[in-house]
């Protein structure tokens, strides 16, 4: 699972920073992810792709593209933030969620509200330290199993600035856990953002991480 993970985050890294044009995808999803026999991952479905010249930082769109579950939200609410790359990274975020969680990351029929959206969830899970229910495995791949699960929750943040590249993303996934730190509680309406004091306090705490360098 890590390694497919890793696969397709080279692979959208690729997209945005390996041609001459940065391309995206803004339909990163399961089922548009393909494995060969080898299991190595690989982006398909290239219908709703935008190229773009590597040196915009925002590119513009007149309507919302990708699955619901997995749009960013700021090609819902213009407020928090201009369309990027970072819609790209948003996707991926829960596509990394729905790999560890094994289930899909907006579920309709749940005991509790707070399990509706899966980010939210698995963050409370994490901030009263307890673990998730992985069955019988062992400390290490708990571990990596945590490392994903604190990369996506970066990935899923509300606001674009404060997501990490696709390129930091793999440093993240390629790091010790050790040195990761627990993002701002993601949220899913643009009015349950934190302060803007929280936010920055947290992206404070990752000296090893310039999450808003794109290189």
């Given at each position: 699972m890590f390694e497919i993970a890793l696969g397709v985050a080279r692979g959208i890294e690729y997209l945005h920073r390996g041609c001459q044009m940065q391309i995206l995808h803004f339909d990163i999803k399961p089922h548009n992810i393909l494995l060969d026999d080898n299991f190595n991952p690989k982006v398909s479905d290239f219908g709703l792709a935008k190229l773009y010249p590597i040196d915009d930082s925002f590119v513009s769109l007149t309507a919302a593209r990708g699955t619901p579950g997995y749009i960013a939200p700021e090609l819902f609410y213009k407020n928090i933030g201009g369309v990027s790359y970072k819609a790209d990274v948003y996707s991926f975020g829960m596509l990394l969620m729905e790999m560890v969680?094994?289930?899909?990351n907006f579920k309709e029929f749940?005991?509790?509200l707070s399990e509706v959206y899966f980010p939210t969830w698995i963050y409370d899970q994490f901030d009263r330290g307890e673990d998730i229910d992985l069955g019988d495995v062992t400390n290490v791949e708990k571990n990596i199993v945590k490392k994903m699960v604190i990369v996506a929750l970066w990935c899923v943040q509300m606001k674009p600035v404060i997501r990490p590249s696709?390129?930091?993303v793999l440093e993240m996934l390629e790091s010790e856990i050790e040195l990761l730190k627990m993002p701002p509680r993601p949220c899913l309406f643009p009015f349950e953002l934190p302060t803007a004091d929280h936010a920055n306090i947290s992206l404070a705490a990752m000296p090893t991480m310039?999450?808003?360098?794109?290189?």
């Open positions: 969680g094994k289930r899909r749940v005991n509790q696709m390129t930091k310039s999450l808003e360098a794109r290189t």
